[in-house]
């Protein structure tokens, strides 16, 4: 049995928790999730019915991790030897900006796409605030560094990268300077190439 088992659907943020587990060089064995018959094992690990969800089956037994930012934030601690872990210096930029990323940045995002924007009296209540001030915020950190963390990559890029790779694949970020140039050193990470193609794969299978 393969350490991991990953339910995931290829058209969905199941393409971050793999990039996460090809960076961590994890065994894993996927599930894809077809959403009109979701099976009663994924359900029973993740109520909630949502991928990526995966469960590890660790020497003490199974362990469910569900939300794309904790699901790689989980492999990070499970293979150090990945190297993908922040040092004391980089641990507050390491967790600040994933957190910012799964919180303010996904809400902005999700409600601009649904057409929701809180009026001026309600972004005291919004914790992203405005979508303009969660994007400027975001492009203030990545201005002046290669990396979340500075010049090293951490698990933390895997997340706020997607974030902001798939946020410009579907113009929901804006396309400045900052987030293209950051999109690019994510795409040429060796492990989304590989988790991307096969997404892809899989993607252009289910098409056929
Ligand atoms: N908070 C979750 C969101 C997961 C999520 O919404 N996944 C969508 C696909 S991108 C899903 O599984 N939708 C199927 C459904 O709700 O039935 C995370 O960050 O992982």
Request: proline share 5%; charged share 20%.
């Amino acid at each position: 049995m393969a350490d991991y088992t990953f339910f995931t659907n290829p058209m969905s943020r199941g393409q971050i928790a793999r990039w996460a587990l090809h960076e961590a060089g994890a065994d894993y064995q996927q599930v894809i999730i077809d959403w009109q018959a979701k099976p009663e094992a994924f359900l029973s690990a993740n109520p909630m019915g949502k991928v990526p969800t995966i469960v590890h089956h660790a020497d003490g037994g199974d362990r469910a991790v569900t939300e794309a930012a904790a699901i790689c934030l989980y492999l990070a601690e499970m293979h150090p030897e990945a190297g993908l872990l922040p040092n004391d210096g980089q641990t507050a930029d390491y967790y600040r900006w994933t957190f910012f990323a799964a919180g303010p940045v996904e809400a902005a995002i999700t409600a601009k796409a649904l057409g929701f924007a809180p009026k001026a009296e309600q972004e005291r209540m919004a914790g992203w605030g405005n979508f303009e001030k969660t994007m400027s915020t975001l492009e203030g950190h990545l201005a002046d560094r290669e990396w979340v963390c500075g010049d090293v990559f951490t698990m933390a890029d895997v997340y706020v990268g997607s974030a902001v790779d798939w946020g410009l694949n579907f113009g929901t970020v804006p396309p400045n300077t900052t987030f293209v140039g950051y999109a690019e050193r994510i795409q040429a990470r060796a492990a989304y190439k590989t988790a991307k193609a096969i997404d892809g794969a899989l993607i252009a299978e289910m098409k056929k």
